[in-house]
């Protein structure tokens, strides 16, 4: 009766979904927050969501979401030149809690061993200086790990939840001036020694349902998270009883992550439902990505009031019943410079001084300037395919000066373990390579200081591509990072592998970090968030398999190109086999049926074997979270799918300037005359920076463009860059 009672639930949270919004907003898949994000907290206040947790190594960082499915970065509450940072494993902050009382904002962390606060009227700040926080009598040592519990009381009291060593659990209570009253609440009996039966007892947070308190510990890294209730905050053991472990068993066949733990404190929403943020290692061999951030839903026995976690999955679930408000999945985004600040997406090793890096120093590019080291700009790196795109000015001279793409684990610092695609210098001349641990594939650079340098990631596998104008890209060579992947000695120094710009022993300068490119092939194995289908592995190849009539999946972050990054989408190709049927692929921008239908792609039969279809695009720019919505026969596979490509069939981009006799364009007063041309040919109009005016199409062999302002254009025609020519208008 239980059971059906539950079932019912479900379908009628399920049903009063489909009516509220998109489908794409109605499940969602594990992780919700893509790469490291240990040691999670959660605190919500007037509908919204924020989320903090360990960095180890890197600058600390605030999420925030409004349907506790997408996140986003809004603050580095500790600033990257803060002087206590320490590069090595390690040095960064342990534990992060970020909380509202007293009328202000607070993130409480520890770093060196000491707990610190620091404050801020707004969650996206500005954070003020960090403050040491003064440990009272009874509590001596703060440990780390530690969160804020805020009472429901009449004052809204806060409290510190502490933790240090094997045997110290307190809760300490909080002033106004967020240090300690001196009130302390020792609950180290819960992890006597010398057994520790709860091991460590690490992460204490704690929550409030029907007036009684719910305190939860972790075990360790290895998993496992106990519960223990009481009717008031009482210090004595008999006022509490022990909820044995509250998290649900792991089905291996159903999840990547098996050893959640370490949870957030579990959080009602308005329908009565209860959620919590939790981590956990990938699987298969890609731990070395780190504890990636999960979402679970939290049930409570209805007989005794014992909590559940429901265990984290990587297929659809249901979402907690909550409004999007528009913010885009949680993987790294494009980043174009354009702005004077760097996005708090992005983090440091270590302290980084504003003489390391700039945005200022050269407009609408990022600047870093490592001196005599290695620096680089960083965010977390948590899928399994993707391509990493930069545009860098670096004039390399010596051996040893380095600048490009990076992949790097937590052990820099201590251990050179990083997967690269660089511009550099070597045996005499510029170079550019690909390179993992000893392994370096080097080819001559014939391009000049500015090249654009393409990392494509397939599973374990890392190409390396370099190109002068972003069209035509030629391959350096291909690296297998399965070491970095898996993980290394000392849980990679406790961080998840980084992906993001580097420069070693010079400064260089990078135009655009593109993270998803819409114009390399998209593995479809490896969806963002999905519904339905599945991830194979064939004989050859992993393909995205059990497709059925509306199921879908999603690619965030894809970037189809901007006024910069000059991209025109006019075809989707997609490479997929039906052994029956065949179906229908549609292409959606942001969510499906309330989003932008950009394509619709007819799937036929292809006898089982991987064959191209193709589509027209609708016009689309910018960067979206790309959804991939399956449609045929109910009841039946429709097909399996390989890759989803964007195609560029006139591409404009313009890298060099430079005059060229085999085209035929003159200026006659304010006019530029092209001739010799075909019917049908475009004929592109740049100014000298490359940005695009304006295009034409031929419908003769002569064609005027007219009325122009005094300047230098770059004429070009189908986009060839062999084809192209400097013309001065000079007026009449």
Known sequence: MKTQFLVGLLFLFVFSHSFAQSPSFQTFSNAVICGDHPDPTIFQKNGHFYTSGSSFNTSPQIFHSTDLVRWEAIARPVPENWSLWRAYSGGGAWGGCITYFYNSWWDYFCCGSRM??????????????????????LATDLGYDNSIFVDDDAAGTPYMLIKAGKQVNKIVKIGTNGQPTGEVIDLSWMNPSPTFP??????????????????????????????????SLSPNSTDWYALG?????????????????????????????????????????????????????????????????????YFAMPAPKLKSSGIPWM?????????????????????????????????????????????????????????????????????????????????????????????????????????????????????????????????????????????????????????????????????????????????????????????TPIRASNPTNLNGVFKIQT???????????????????????????????????????????????????DSIDTGKLISTCNISNSAGVLQLSNASVSAVSGVHDVYFRFKGTAGSTLFQ??????????????PVVKSNNELSAFVKGNSIIVEDLSFGEIVSLYDVSGRLI????????????????PCAYIVKVNGKSKQSKLVLVSGN
């Open 116 to 137: 610190y606060y620091t404050k801020a009227n707004n969650p996206a700040g500005p954070w003020s200086t960090p403050v040491l926080v003064t440990p009272p009598a």
């Open 245 to 313: 472990d509250c998290n649900s068993s792991v089905d291996a066949t159903k999840s990547y992550f098996r050893t959640p733990n370490h949870n957030s404190h579990p959080v009602k929403i308005a329908d009565g439902t209860w959620w919590a943020l939790t981590q956990s290692y990938h699987n298969d061999n890609w731990g070395g990505q780190g504890r990636q951030g999960l979402l679970v839903q939290v049930l409570w026995d209805a007989v005794n009031g014992t909590p559940k976690l429901n265990a984290p999955v």
């Open 198 to 231: 709860y091991s460590w007892a690490e992460g204490p947070v704690m929550c409030k349902k029907d007036g009684n308190y719910f305190y939860f510990i972790a075990r360790d890294v290895g998993g496992g998270e106990a519960a223990f209730g009481a009717q």
């Open 331 to 519: 993987s790294p985004k494009s980043d174009y410079f354009k702005t004077s600040v760097l996005h708090p997406e992005w983090q440091f090793f270590g302290t980084t001084n504003s003489t390391q890096y700039s945005l200022t120093a050269r407009p609408g590019w990022l600047r870093i300037n490592p001196a005599d080291t290695t620096k680089e700009v960083v965010k977390n790196d948590g899928e399994h395919s993707y391509t990493l795109i930069t545009k860098v000015d670096f004039n390399a001279t010596a051996v040893g000066q380095e600048a490009g793409l990076r992949i790097v684990n937590g052990l820099d610092g201590t251990a050179l373990v990083d997967a690269t695609v660089y511009s550099s210098y070597n045996a005499g001349k510029k170079v550019v390579g690909v390179g993992f641990l000893t392994t370096r594939i080097e080819i001559a650079n014939t391009i000049g200081n500015v090249v654009w340098l393409k990392m494509a990631r397939v599973e374990h596998q890392i190409t390396g591509y370099v190109s002068a104008d972003n069209v035509n890209w030629t391959t350096i060579g291909t690296v297998d990072v399965s070491s970095l992947d898996k993980g290394s000695s000392n849980y990679n120094g406790w961080i998840g592998n980084k992906q993001g710009l580097y420069a070693r022993r010079k400064s260089a300068d990078f135009d655009m970090y593109i993270y998803r490119d819409a114009f």
């Open 539 to 589: 004989s050859t190849q992993y393909v995205l398999n059990e497709i059925h009539n509306n199921d879908w999946a999603m690619y965030s972050a894809v970037d189809f190109g901007n006024d910069e990054n000059k991209k025109t989408a006019t075809k989707l190709a997609i490479k997929a086999n039906a052994s029956i049927n065949g179906g229908v692929v549609e292409a959606w921008l």
């Open 694 to 709: 304006n295009t034409h199409r031929a419908v003769n062999e002569i064609l005027t463009i007219s009325d122009l302002s």
């Open 641 to 654: 799918v390989e890759s989803f490509t964007f195609i560029d069939e006139n591409p404009t981009d313009v």
